[in-house]
Nanobody
Framework: QVQLVESGGGLVQPGGSLRLSCAAS????????LNWYRQAPGKQREWVAI????????NYQDSVKGRFTASRDNAKNTVYLQMNSLKPEDTAVYYC?????????WGQGTQVTVSS
């Protein structure tokens, strides 16, 4: 059974940092590219970042470029999203998504709230 479990969310002040983690089980982790998505209240889910299977390539939504960094440790079956200089508009539930061919798995999400 495939599971993706996000953690690391919470309440942070504007300008602060958080590191999200997504731990995978039940898959050959290194076969999967990993995406991060987010969904703010009343809005559609939006793509945030992607990291390639080996971790050598990343890409980001324009609004988070220079502030967010995706990384992965395939030995630990875990992907990370380091979020710096957080803004109130980054408030959302953050999801990890593992993709390989027709296989597509989602975690349950972790809440990030940026507020003073």
């Amino acid at each position: 059974q495939v599971q993706l479990v996000e953690s690391g969310g919470g309440l942070v002040q504007p300008g602060g940092s958080l590191r999200l983690s997504c731990a995978a089980s039940g898959v050959i982790f290194s076969n999967y590219a990993l995406n991060w998505y987010r969904q703010a209240p009343g809005k559609q889910r939006e793509w945030v970042a992607i990291i390639s299977r080996g971790g050598g390539n990343t890409n980001y939504q324009d609004s988070v470029k220079g502030r967010f960094t995706a990384s992965r440790d395939n030995a630990k079956n875990t992907v990370y999203l380091q979020m710096n200089s957080l803004k109130p508009e980054d408030t959302a539930v953050y999801y990890c998504n593992a993709v390989s061919g027709a296989n597509n798995y989602w975690g349950q999400g972790t809440q990030v709230t940026v507020s003073s």
